[in-house]
């Protein structure tokens, strides 16, 4: 893939770690400049200042905002800022706007008692964090003629949109939402050239997924059953973002794409390896010859 002409942005929302810093790390190094939203606290803004250096290694703008995605007047005021500063009228500068924000509330929805029920502000904060606003920069980004025709959409999404776990509710939900906002975006932006695309990773150590109870063990789980043997890593979601970003990918559009080795394909009863738990003599019994295509 050749590098991208210097006028070219990557929006990321949820920059500094994960998958959103393997993206806008990658995507640099592919003549990108990163438009990155961010919240962080002192403790981890050496990452981040680490990122904006690779960043700017490759060449590449790295303009970063700390502040929380879901703020309405923030969100207006960053745009408004990259508008003043990089915005060349009639051009459509963001060639790729990447929702990667893991932020929520994870408690049971009932519980045993009324102190462990999740409340309303943080079942809606969840929902409007991790799924609503995918809508909202996409609207203000289209309102600013920020996003054009060529423009792909990436959105982060997970097992969690039809498994469940404990205190997992309010993100099974929003992840849900966000898939199925993607399939109406691509309808609504398909006539303008725009595409849009959930990415489902496997199980991935990030710091969001530390946050899950039980998260050492969906990772045990993840690696035994993966075809591959681990698990899935930031940046083999960030290579597939590239490759979809290829000519000629258009037409890849509306989808949830597992990035994931086929983990979320293969069902898993505690096996250490494909045959822990098979009965062998069915194998050098059986007279089915693998060879035989008659």
Known sequence: MTRKSSNQWALILGVSSGFGAAAARELARHGYHILGIHLDRQATMPA???????????????????????DEHKRHAALDNFVDAYHREG???????MHSLAFGTLRPLVGRNEGEMI?????????????????YWIQDTVRRGLLGRGARIFAMTSDGANLNLPFY???????????????????????????????????TDTPALSKIPGAKNMLYAAVAKNPFNRATTPEDVATAIIALLQD??????????GVDGGESKISYVGQKTPYQYADLNLLTESSWDPTDVS
């Open 48 to 70: 981040v200042n680490k990122l904006i250096e690779d960043i700017e290694g490759h060449g590449q703008k790295a303009v970063f905002y700390n502040m929380n995605a879901a």
């Open 91 to 97: 051009r459509a500068e963001i060639k790729v706007l």
């Open 119 to 135: 409340k309303k502000a943080q079942l809606e904060m969840t929902i409007d964090v991790m799924a609503n606003s995918l809508i």
């Open 169 to 203: 509710g309010a993100v099974s939900a929003a992840k849900a939402a966000l898939e199925s906002y993607i399939r109406q975006l691509a309808i609504e932006l398909g006539p303008r050239g725009i595409t849009c695309n959930a990415l489902l990773a496997g199980v």
């Open 248 to 257: 000629g990918t258009e037409f890849i559009n509306g989808n949830t794409i």
